[in-house]
């Protein structure tokens, strides 16, 4: 497939999706969203898992507030991503959800005063996405912030994205660039893609 027909599906999925997305009522995705968590927090990969990297919902997104407790409960350490100063690529840095803040993507955010932890330190990030594949593929809001940050983790740490059901798609169209996942949970299935930690 050529970039520019890449360029081009991708945003009419994208299009589409959102709207998907966005059609879903609140109590849907609120009960979607606890169902996510439980099912992530039986995989292999969350369980061994001493950092997990989390997100703060955009819009519709998945709620990740039910993970964050899990996660603390059970002693994890939890990071957020913030947009780092120079490139696409973004930081992760610590902190408690409370304290997170509005960030230039219009996403919540660690503040600046939340040191940046090392990529080696992610065991496991949390991927949000428009729609998603069972190969792994993702389609994100088109900034590439994740593609440059996922390629970057080391490679055992899991890259699991987090969708409605409604999301999932047969083919989401790829750029070299893209970062494939291991795992996408959806709060019926787990769609394991082969690429890695499980």
Known sequence: MSTTSAIAEKA?????????????????????????AARLASLPA???????????????????????????????????????????????????????????ARALEPPRSAPPLPLDAIDLVVVPGVAFDAGGGRLGRGRGHYDATLSRLRPGAARVGVAFDEQVVDRVPTEPHDSRLDVVVTPSRLLLSGNGPG
């Open 12 to 36: 009419a999925l994208r299009a589409r999706l959102f709207v998907v997305r966005a059609a879903l009522p609140p109590e849907i995705r609120e009960a979607g969203s606890r169902a996510i």
């Open 46 to 104: 969350w369980q061994r898992a001493r950092t997990v990297a989390l997100h703060a919902p955009l819009g519709a997104e998945v709620d990740t507030a039910e993970l964050a407790r899990l996660a603390l409960a059970a002693g994890k350490r939890v990071a957020w991503p913030r947009v780092a100063a120079a490139g696409p690529a973004m930081e992760f840095a610590a902190c408690a959800a409370s304290e997170l803040v509005s960030g230039p």
